[in-house]
């Protein structure tokens, strides 16, 4: 079991910036890889942002340029930095650690990120 704690969200005007957490805690040593997703007002889930245990990473092509993930393997933390942001960034983030053998899914509650116009 993995469990995963969001922070960071909040309300910000387009073009500022904001920075998610997500600490992770359990059977982290077994996660392959770590990821942001978000939902926005009647959309379906979207995939933001991964990166693997071995630093490799991908974007949505939403994000790319003004979003970036990074982890910290001392605090078993991945954050999301977002600059630049958009009304339509507007959604609920959701931080994920995934696992291939067996495959496995682990989701944080969820942080809301609301940008205004």
């Known amino acids: 079991q993995v469990q995963l704690v969001e922070s960071g969200g909040g309300l910000v005007q387009a073009g500022g910036s904001l920075r998610l957490s997500c600490a992770a805690s359990?059977?982290?040593?077994?996660?392959?890889?770590m990821g942001w997703y978000r939902q926005g007002p009647g959309k379906q889930r979207e995939l933001v942002a991964t990166?693997?245990?071995?630093?490799?990473?991908v974007y949505a092509d939403s994000v790319k340029g003004r979003f970036t993930i990074s982890r910290d393997n001392a605090k078993n933390t991945v954050y999301l930095q977002m600059n630049i942001l958009k009304p339509e960034d507007t959604a609920v983030y959701s931080c994920?650690?995934?696992?291939?053998?067996?495959?496995?899914?682990?989701w944080g509650q969820g942080t809301q990120v609301t940008v205004s116009s």
């Open positions: 990166i693997t245990s071995g630093g490799s990473t």
């Open positions: 359990g059977s982290i040593f077994s996660v392959n890889f």
């Open positions: 994920a650690a995934g696992i291939f053998s067996p495959p496995s899914r682990y």
